[in-house]
């Protein structure tokens, strides 16, 4: 591996084919790198499954977005390829098993977008549990004519009327999940949290208390969804959980939309069986369950998650850090595959590099 970084210039490798526009600040920084980027600039809204194909066989590293399959037909159309990197914390748009198995190192954008999202989070838990977008639409309608004592009423947040702490409950206690649950304390709220793949976490944190789903989804007054979105986590709040949750309960999801089962949860926001919920994300994004537009007790979001000015500069220029990396043969900040790095595989598509 290269020891010592070429100046701009002097990359060994240079294409970078950048899915669609991103911050300018991204795609200065690859230029001042030395590379050569190519935004995507076809007709429609985002390049097509052909498109992708025929821009990954002729490039060096892709950054991608959340919004591209970068499945295994397509990784296997590019060995040339040193690099995928994400314009997103998420990855579940990638295939990074056979990213890996072919020696392809895979980025993300962590860490930058954990405030933003906790505080959109917190926008979505504050918004639904409120009534904020009904009680707005109903201004705008003319539908305010008299004040009264039963007009939108909403749930309790910080411990009201009947003085009991409210519970928040957390499912997957990451980055962004550990920044909802310290916002909560402002709130004067009890927090529990799942979270599967290390309950340690939890233990050891004090801002949270580990739980099972089960208790979780029994016990919390609001659940906040926090998870990646991986085989294991699809669905992981369907039918029978969305049942088990309070009927008062308001449901947060800023993680990926398909942890939950969108119909099953249009079905029980008409029925009653929680009270509201605040989405950011959707099961076949852009699309929405049948149904879900329609329900008053809904605040929906077009995945903005991430989306405050400074957040996306950042993420743009950690997106194109990683793929200056990739194209010096120099392993990603942010590779979340870095055992690729000694894979013989990788050493064969890096081997032309030095
Ligand atoms: C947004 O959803 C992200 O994963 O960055």
Same mark, same amino acid.
């Given at each position: 591996?290269?020891?010592?970084?070429?100046?701009?210039?002097?990359?060994?490798?240079?294409?970078?084919?950048?899915?669609?526009?991103?911050?300018?600040?991204?795609?200065?920084?690859?230029?001042?790198?030395?590379?050569?980027?190519?935004?995507?600039?076809?007709?429609?809204?985002?390049?097509?499954?052909?498109?992708?194909?025929?821009?990954?066989?002729?490039?060096?590293?892709?950054?991608?977005?959340?919004?591209?399959?970068?499945?295994?037909?397509?990784?296997?159309?590019?060995?040339?390829?040193?690099?995928?990197?994400?314009?997103?914390?998420?990855?579940?748009?990638?295939?990074?098993?056979?990213?890996?198995?072919?020696?392809?190192?895979?980025?993300?954008?962590?860490? &930058?977008? +954990?405030?933003?999202? /906790?505080?959109?989070?917190? $926008?979505? *838990?504050?918004? #639904?549990? @409120?009534?904020?977008?009904? !009680?707005?639409?109903?201004?705008?309608?003319?539908?305010?004519?008299?004040?009264?004592?039963?007009?939108?009423?909403?749930?309790?947040?910080?411990?009201?009327?009947?003085?009991?702490?409210?519970?928040?409950?957390?499912?997957?206690?990451?980055?962004?999940?550990?920044?909802?649950?310290?916002?909560?304390?402002?709130?004067?709220?009890?927090?529990?949290?799942?979270?599967?793949?290390?309950?340690?976490?939890?233990?050891?944190?004090?801002?949270?208390?580990?739980?099972?789903?089960?208790?979780?989804?029994?016990?919390?007054?609001?659940?906040?969804?926090?998870?990646?979105?991986?085989?294991?986590?699809?669905?992981?709040?369907?039918?029978?959980?969305?049942?088990?949750?309070?009927?008062?309960?308001?449901? &947060?999801? +800023?993680?990926?939309? /398909?942890?939950?089962?969108? $119909?099953? *949860?249009?079905? #029980?926001? @008409?029925?009653?069986?929680? !009270?509201?919920?605040?989405?950011?994300?959707?099961?076949?994004?852009?699309?929405?369950?049948?149904?879900?537009?329609?329900?008053?007790?809904?605040?929906?979001?077009?995945?903005?998650?991430?989306?405050?000015?400074?957040?996306?500069?950042?993420?743009?220029?950690?997106?194109?850090?990683?793929?200056?990396?990739?194209?010096?043969?120099?392993?990603?900040?942010?590779?979340?595959?870095?055992?690729?790095?000694?894979?013989?595989?990788?050493?064969?598509?890096?081997?032309?590099?030095?």
């Amino acid at each position: 591996m290269a020891e010592t970084e070429p100046q701009a210039g002097e990359l060994p490798a240079r294409r970078v084919f950048v899915t669609r526009a991103i911050p300018a600040a991204g795609t200065d920084l690859l230029a001042a790198g030395g590379a050569q980027a190519t935004v995507w600039s076809g007709s429609g809204d985002a390049p097509g499954p052909e498109e992708l194909r025929a821009a990954l066989a002729s490039t060096d590293v892709l950054l991608s977005l959340l919004t591209e399959q970068i499945d295994a037909n397509l990784l296997a159309a590019a060995p040339q390829l040193l690099g995928v990197a994400n314009h997103a914390v998420g990855h579940d748009n990638v295939d990074l098993e056979t990213a890996t198995q072919l020696g392809i190192p895979v980025s993300n954008t962590p860490d &930058v977008l +954990t405030e933003t999202t /906790a505080d959109l989070t917190w $926008a979505l *838990l504050l918004g #639904a549990g @409120r009534r904020i977008v009904e !009680a707005d639409r109903f201004m705008r309608l003319g539908n305010y004519r008299l004040w009264g004592p039963q007009l939108l009423l909403g749930e309790d947040i910080s411990p009201g009327g009947d003085g009991q702490r409210k519970t928040l409950g957390i499912i997957g206690f990451g980055r962004i999940g550990e920044a909802v649950a310290r916002r909560a304390r402002g709130f004067d709220m009890a927090v529990i949290a799942y979270h599967p793949s290390d309950p340690e976490r939890v233990r050891a944190s004090e801002l949270a208390r580990p739980v099972e789903l089960s208790e979780l989804l029994r016990e919390a007054d609001f659940v906040s969804l926090h998870i990646p979105l991986t085989t294991a986590t699809r669905h992981l709040i369907a039918a029978d959980e969305l049942q088990a949750m309070k009927p008062t309960a308001v449901l &947060v999801n +800023t993680s990926r939309g /398909a942890v939950v089962d969108e $119909a099953a *949860l249009v079905v #029980a926001l @008409r029925e009653g069986q929680i !009270a509201a919920a605040g989405l950011d994300v959707y099961e076949r994004e852009p699309t929405m369950a049948t149904g879900l537009a329609e329900l008053p007790n809904t605040v929906l979001l077009p995945h903005v998650g991430s989306a405050s000015r400074g957040t996306r500069e950042a993420m743009a220029k950690i997106a194109a850090t990683n793929a200056l990396a990739m194209l010096r043969g120099n392993p990603a900040p942010q590779c979340i595959n870095r055992a690729v790095y000694q894979s013989a595989a990788y050493a064969r598509r890096a081997s032309r590099l030095w």
